[in-house]
């Protein structure tokens, strides 16, 4: 949640008179020397941090990441010569102004090095933190991009900034050059259970149940977001000490070694060495083989030789070592890291099966050839010929379209009672035998979408109330059968039932879910303070009726135009996925129309048309590339999807949407064998020693506590008639857009009628309690006819959502 | 960071069973003078907001009762223990997702003097060091859609949640499990897992060396784990304990009345073995999709939270959810009320205070405007109770001064310091 406070209509003023958001209001430079700028501007003798390279200098640093950002757009509303700070220390010239740079700069540098308490002013101010608050009001946020580089500026004027960073560290964005930022990857939970069951030997249920995890797009496998806690810890702990017991419990079958006969050191020595290899996906360090050795010693002196294998295990499972995938690699120069040979079998590994390697990709790694290209294909397709290629397929599918939800989410047992667990059960059988089946047979996302088959038990047939399929079953029951539509996966009994209220349909649900999974345009919440209320359930209405009824306010119908009418298309299909001629005593209407796409609007008539305009649509296998990328590299940031995206898709549109192609693009990036690489624009070897990574954008996308991607546009502060203070609230926040709530203060004795001026470009998709006008950058709100005067020490509110 | 304080422990030259007698070494530094104070801190959640005509008591501060039918006429056994608040906003917040983080937050950032923590991790941060666990989170059913704003209620910091523990199996190994076998098999127990937790610190320690800034933060977070870990591998002496929780699907709707019991159950006796002075009990999450079958409604529990007065049987039916609400509040009180203090001197409720918080207030509105709470509990002869408090848009940030204060605490913001400072009146 971002709160900003207001300023001052002098501000808009000021504003006004630079739409370029570029430079102040002074045009005549009558400030005519840049006093004293030259003495303290870093021009590159001594300044340390003038290294060349990638490491700008000062004053570069200075006018790209501190004026340009954020002084120039912000603060020189008010900071400049005739400004309202024009009194304050910091008075800053217009760009351009005689000797605007080295004045600018020196101004801004005394105020970094005046502290109170401790800490710059140059920090403190501008996020109204300073005893003496701020004028202006927060202007800049804490832990963000902006303030970040007045914490760099304040750093390099205090002379403790060096470029020098950890090696690796850095911009590796893939539009600078670079592969990706060298990270780790926590096992996901079902990663970890494939993990543990390999380990044991055996399947079991341990991890499936642990503390949910932070889901990011509906991917509970974001590198990101996946951090451990204290409760996941000690979940860990729990199953490592049952893992132990069950191998100890076949400890001679399992040991390898004997340790009478070959004496109980050298036993424990090759136990650890050999099953650390297996818990670890990679050789031991000769460290923690001496570590694992040492703890091993110190338990079997107390509980035998087994109870120190007992522990030694234990501590193996809980171990970074195993919890952890690293894709940190080895410097290959010039900043760029290689990926070992272990890292690229487990990656490999992990994205097809979803497991650690087996034992034949293990021996690609150890003896190197797996850094081959052909070699790593070679493997690629031989694990997409697995059994187990399935289950990373089927948990894709289940995150895709939220059918993860299909065992838990809420039906009326007195009105569905035909939908028993084993119904549910059998429908996500289903979709994931369907998808094995298109995936395994070359078959192409279109062929998703509009197939005329799937796979079922009788039972479940019988359900759908479709003749049972011929022929043989499978181990699970299940026959392929006529559907006797041609919708594809979206008519599945799991996706219907997963998007449908207790005891309806629901348009609203099933729309969206074809917007935000299918199109990838996420939907923001709906407006505070409108009336809500799900349409009650009416004999009298059908529930097309209903909704349409409900959507017909024209602040609801901005949103609703974009998902009812897609969702009416599922209208055949009731709460509980069956089929239906007639929704009560009312006869269906499932026509809709797909509207706001780039190239996928049109009208169709029931989800068989709606099911061939997605499968035909640029926009839908756009999305499909993406979603995957999310889930395949685990992450929802920029730095990496970019690295992937452009290849991914010219491979998907080459192959004509054949599901399997991805998989192979991908591992055919560079991405997926480094990472790394500076953001240098010099294509010069300069140097030849070690790299100097750092740089002046070394801030990577953080989305480890927001479980969001991207940042949007920077937003400087309100402005606002005299008298009113405004505070404005995001409420949601999506790739593509936000919605905000404004708070409106009349902080004076007599009712003002109000403007509020807010920096901010895009789309207004809908606003509620206020008109607005729109230039390029700016949004001028005034109130509704209800709320335009805002009484003496009021307040009022409105809102909006905008599309970037 | 779990590194300096494991330094710390091992220079003292006291291993972890002597831990419980640290707290003797620790000042009570941030406790402020000033009155009575409550010794432990409890929140209780429901989602999905009310209906304000069927949650409102009638009456004056001390002369009011709960409407038969309203939402909050299970509590009138309880009244007397109560104090009742209604009128306080989310300042700045609205709908679910606002009103989820703002609820215990109060919209704090990392600039605020609360950090952006929850109001159970802000105490929990100042008074948890000496307990086991620093605080305890317990869920029932919050996490079928992962983990995400709508899902979580807790915060370490500004976006960074604290899950609760849904199962409740779990909770007791992690709790009791320990016990089985006896003092000082356990003892052993606890000295070997000490030392597993000793080599993994080397190896997360060691992985932390070879990553960028970028990636640090991960390994920052597994050590603080692994501190608390650590932690939890204290021993509590001379503690009941409760009877092991029955087996079941943590996902089960049908369940959620049993693993609600369960869950107060053991967070009733973790309290009382002063294992945590902090807990909390999400009961799903908002926009739950919860139905209150066990009372025989048909309908999901966010669905009916915006039924509008027309559908007069949705109407009853959320109302009947509610009630169900009030009644697990009831229980949790009730308990902690018949428990006494190790010491004999009172009960648990007595030195207690239990909040029950909601996400919105007019949930017809997806509005976070006049959001009810329910205190339970003294603080310790700090607060009369028995009391009926209405404001008129208050900031909720003032109600979680009160909380703070009423913990010993000295904070006189709590989350977004601009829209009103210090504790709320007649809750000082």
Redesign the interface.
């Known amino acids: ?1 971002r ?1 900003i ?1 207001a300023s001052n209509l002098a501000l808009l003023l000021a504003l006004a008179a630079c739409p370029s958001g570029g430079g102040g209001a002074s045009t005549d430079s009558d400030t005519d020397a840049a006093t004293g700028g030259t003495d303290t501007m870093a021009t590159g003798n001594g300044d340390p941090t003038d290294g060349g390279g990638d490491c700008p200098s000062d004053a570069q640093f200075f006018e790209t990441s501190v004026w340009t950002p954020i002084l120039s757009k912000t603060c020189i509303t008010c900071h400049n010569p005739d400004g309202l700070a024009k009194d304050t220390r910091m008075v800053l010239l217009a760009e351009g102004a005689e000797g605007w740079l080295e004045a600018n700069l020196a101004a801004v540098k005394e105020v970094a090095l005046d502290e109170d308490g401790g800490v710059s002013l140059l920090l403190l101010k501008p ?1 109204n ?1 300073h005893p003496d608050m701020h004028k202006g009001g927060m202007v800049v ?3 963000t991009e902006a303030y970040d580089a007045l914490a760099e500026f304040v750093a390099r004027s205090q002379g403790t900034f060096s470029c020098t ?6 911009a590796a964005g893939c539009d600078e050059g670079g592969a990706g ?4 990857r ?1 096992l996901s939970h079902v990663e970890y259970n494939r993990s543990l069951a390999a380990v044991l030997g055996a399947p079991t249920d341990l991890g499936l ?1 642990f ?5 990011v797009h509906g991917y ?1 496998n974001n590198a990101g ?1 996946l ?9 860990y ?2 199953a490592a000490e049952k893992i132990a017991d069950l191998i100890v419990a076949d400890l001679p079958a399992r040991l390898g070694c004997d340790p009478e006969a070959d004496g109980e050191q050298a036993c424990a020595h090759a136990f650890i060495a050999r099953f650390g290899k297996q818990v670890f996906r990679r050789p031991l360090t000769a ?2 083989q001496a ?2 050795e040492t ?1 091993w010693k ?2 079997a002196a ?2 035998k030789f087994a109870g120190g294998i007992r ?1 030694t295990i ?2 193996m499972l ?4 195993f919890l ?1 995938r ?1 894709e ?1 690699g080895e410097h290959a120069g010039d900043g760029i890291y290689q990926l070992t040979p272990h890292e690229l079998a487990s990656e490999l590994s992990y994205l097809i099966v979803g497991g650690p390697p087996d034992a034949q990709l293990m021996a690609a790694a150890d003896d190197g050839t797996l850094k081959d290209p052909p070699e790593l294909k070679k493997q690629a397709a031989r694990l997409l010929a697995d059994a187990d290629a399935d289950a990373t397929l089927h948990r894709f599918v289940d995150e895709w379209l939220h059918i993860d ?1 299909l ?4 039906r ?4 569905y009672p035909e939908l028993t667990p084993q119904i549910r059960d059998a429908m996500l059988g289903e979709t994931h035998r369907f998808v094995g089946d298109v995936y395994r047979g070359g078959g192409s996302l279109a062929e998703l979408l509009t197939a005329d088959y799937s796979y079922m038990t009788d039972d479940l047939a019988g359900y759908y109330g479709v003749p049972a399929g011929a022929g043989e079953p499978d181990p699970g029951g299940f026959k392929k059968a006529e559907t006797g539509a041609a919708a594809g996966l979206l008519t599945h009994g799991a996706v219907m039932t997963t998007h449908a ?3 309806s349909s629901s348009p609203i649900h099933r729309g969206k879910l074809v917007r935000e999974r299918l199109l990838c345009q996420d939907m923001p ?10 349409p ?1 359930v009416d004999p009298g209405l059908s529930t097309r009726e209903r909704y349409t009824q409900h959507s017909s306010d024209p602040t609801c119908a901005g949103c609703h135009a974009r998902i009812d009418p897609i969702g009416f298309g599922f209208e055949h299909y009731d709460a509980v996925g069956r089929t239906r001629t007639m929704d009560g005593i009312h006869p269906i209407d499932a026509s809709g129309e797909v509207l706001l796409t780039d190239n996928s609007d049109g009208p169709f008539d029931g989800a068989d048309e709606l099911a061939q305009l997605l499968a035909g649509s640029p926009d839908v296998e756009a999305c499909f590339t993406l979603q995957w990328a999310r889930y395949a590299v685990g992450s929802a940031a920029g730095s990496e999807l970019q690295c992937v995206q452009d290849e991914l898709r010219a491979a998907f549109s080459e192959a004509e949407g054949r599901l399997d192609s991805l998989v192979l693009a991908l591992v055919g990036t560079r991405f997926f064998r480094e990472r790394g690489g500076a953001p240098s624009s010099d294509p010069d070897p300069t140097t030849g020693g070690d790299p100097t990574t750092g740089g002046p954008a ?1 801030t ?1 996308e953080d989305e ?4 969001d991607g991207t940042t949007g546009g920077p937003m400087s502060g309100p402005m606002t008639t005299p008298g009113i203070d405004v ?1 404005i ?1 995001q ?2 926040k999506w790739e593509q857009g936000e919605c905000n ?1 404004v ?1 409106v203060s009349n902080t004076t004795g007599a009712p003002i009628v109000w403007q509020v001026v807010i920096a901010m470009q895009g789309t207004i998709q809908n606003a509620w309690n206020a008109k607005y006008t729109q230039d390029a950058s700016h949004l001028l709100w005034t109130g509704e006819p209800y709320n335009a005067e805002v009484a003496a020490q009021g307040t009022t509110s409105f ?1 909006f959502c905008i599309l970037y | 960071m779990s590194i300096r304080r494991r330094s710390v422990l091992h220079g003292l030259g006291i291993g972890l069973v002597a831990a419980p007698f640290l707290n003797l070494l620790s000042a009570p530094s941030s406790r402020a003078d000033g009155g009575p104070t409550a010794k432990r801190l409890i929140v209780f959640f429901s989602p999905n907001g009310t209906i304000p005509q069927q949650w409102k008591p009638s009456g004056t501060e001390t002369n009011f009762s709960f409407p038969p039918g309203s939402i909050l006429e299970p509590l009138t056994e309880i009244q007397d223990q109560l104090i009742v608040v209604e009128g306080l906003d989310f300042f700045g917040a609205d709908n679910h997702e606002g009103g989820m983080a703002a609820m215990l937050t109060a919209s704090g950032t990392a600039s605020d003097e609360s950090g952006g923590m929850s109001i159970d991790q802000y105490v929990a941060a100042q008074i948890g060091q000496d307990t086991r666990f620093s605080s305890l989170e317990f869920g029932v059913q919050t996490s079928a859609w992962g983990g995400g704003v709508q899902t979580r209620m807790s915060y370490s910091g500004p976006g960074a949640w604290v899950t609760p523990d849904d199962d409740p199996m779990h909770v007791y190994g992690r709790l009791f499990g320990d016990f089985m076998g006896g003092d000082e098999a356990a003892a052993a127990l606890r000295a070997r897992r000490q030392r597993v937790v000793d080599l993994l610190v080397d190896e997360a320690t060691s992985l932390r060396g070879r990553l960028g800034s970028e990636e640090r933060p991960k390994l920052d977070a597994h050590l603080d784990a692994l501190a608390k870990v650590e932690k939890g591998l204290m021993g509590a002496v001379g503690c009941g304990l409760p009877d092991a929780p029955m087996g079941g699907g943590t996902q089960d709707n049908a369940n959620f009345p049993n693993i609600t019991a369960a869950q107060i159950d053991m967070m009733v006796a973790a309290l009382a073995c002063d294992m945590t002075r902090v807990a909390s009990l999400q009961l799903s999450h908002t926009v739950s999709p919860t139905v209150c079958s066990w009372l025989g409604v048909s309908e999901g529990h966010h669905s009916l939270s915006h039924i509008d007065d027309s559908n007069v049987a949705g109407v009853a039916q959320f109302v009947e959810c509610e009630r169900w609400m009030a009644e697990q509040f009831k229980y949790l009180v009730q308990k902690l009320a018949m428990t006494p203090e190790a010491d004999m001197q009172g009960s648990m409720l007595d030195n207690s205070v239990v909040v029950w918080a909601k996400e919105m207030g007019d949930s017809r509105l997806h509005t976070c405007s006049g959001v009810p709470f329910v205190i339970a509990g003294g603080a310790g002869g700090r607060w009369q109770t028995g009391r009926y408090l209405k404001f008129a848009g208050e900031s909720h940030g003032k109600l979680m001064v009160s909380l703070c204060q009423a913990m010993g605490l000295s904070n006189e913001t709590f989350g977004n310091s601009m829209v009103g400072n210090g504790p709320l009146p007649s809750l000082v």
Do not use: H
């Not at chain 1, 960073?165 to 850095?170: L, M, N, V």
């Not at chain 1, 065992?407 to 809420?410: H, L, S, Y």
């Open positions: 949640m709160t406070y996020t933190q946020t804490p832990d960073a950890p090696d690796g560290e850095g930022v060298r990270r780790v926590r149940g503390a949910a995890d932070t889901v509970t977001a951090v451990v806690s204290g409760l996941l810890a000690d979940q702990r729990d460290d923690e570590r694992y703890l110190e338990a107390i509980e522990w234990a501590a809980q171990s970074p070592g952890y690293t940190l939800r065992r838990t989410v809420p009326d047992a007195a009105l209220l207790p005891t919440p709906p407006p505070p303070a409108l009336d809500t209320s799900p009650p070394t990577g480890t506590t927001t479980g505070q609230t409420d949601s709530s708070t809102g």
